[in-house]
């Protein structure tokens, strides 16, 4: 879990402010999965991501997130306008190619904590 | 809807004998399927996949088994460890975008 850095580990907002979730995949990992988990929840898919492609975002909800990988530096989730039902473990993920052909590795994620 | 589905949340076992884990899935369009192992405060870490033109997928102690006509796989760990003991998510990959739909998990308890 080492390879691939999240930070902050912990990050507390009140309703209203911006959560910005950063993560540095591995090293020559140009793939990177974000995902959320929810207390007692699976993991759940959010969004799929290349160097400054937005492969897939069919799980992301439509308002208030949003993802973005460019070329230079990490990938960043950010959810403007935070509600408490945004508090939950948000995990982000890396490979070298797409899953299956190569496995994803996870970060030890962010806990994000809405007041 | 879940597509993947862990009905056991928890399974006890006593070290030295088998863990079986299980796992059922509605979606057919899965082509690969793999195993997580999570304990608190950290991410998932990749334990083993199956290609869903196999049935068996061996790696020391731990095997996968994939049964196609039933929906269904399973996780085997023999012998169990007490360092085992984690919470085992099971995943199916979904088409060629390659994203991972996960199970809720089963927290596994190795006892000595």
């Known amino acids: 879990n080492a390879g691939v850095m999240q930070n902050p580990r912990h990050l507390v907002r009140r309703r209203g402010q911006e959560a910005r979730l950063r993560c540095s995949p591995m090293?020559?990992?140009?793939?990177v999965y974000w995902y959320r988990q929810l207390p007692e929840e699976g993991l759940k898919f959010m969004v799929y991501?290349?160097?400054?492609?937005?492969?897939?975002e069919s799980g992301m909800p439509k308002e208030r997130f949003s993802a973005e990988f460019p070329k230079e530096g990490p990938s960043i989730l950010r959810i403007q306008q935070v509600v408490r039902g945004d508090s939950a473990a948000y995990f982000c993920?890396?490979?070298?190619?797409?899953?299956?052909?190569?496995?994803?590795?996870f970060g030890n994620g962010t806990r994000l904590t809405v007041t | 809807d879940q597509q993947v589905k862990q009905n056991s949340p928890s399974l006890s076992v006593q070290e030295g004998r088998i863990s079986i884990l299980n796992c059922d899935y509605t979606?057919?369009?899965?082509?690969?399927f793999l195993w997580y192992k999570k304990y608190p405060a950290e991410g998932p870490t990749f334990l083993i996949s199956?290609?869903?033109?196999?049935d068996k997928n061996e790696d020391g102690r731990f095997t996968v088994f994939l049964n196609k006509s039933a929906k269904h796989l399973s996780l085997h760990i023999v012998p169990s460890q007490p360092g085992d003991s984690a919470v085992y998510f099971c995943?199916?990959?979904?088409?060629?975008?390659?994203?991972?739909?996960f199970g809720k998990g089963t927290k596994l308890s190795v006892k000595p």
């Open positions: 199956i290609s869903s033109i196999k």
């Open positions: 995943a199916g990959r979904e088409g060629s975008q390659g994203n991972l739909i």
């Open positions: 090293k020559g990992h140009s793939h």
């Open positions: 993920a890396s490979s070298t190619d797409r899953v299956g052909n190569s496995p994803l590795h």
């Open positions: 991501l290349q160097k400054e492609n937005i492969i897939d």
């Open positions: 979606n057919s369009m899965f082509d690969y």
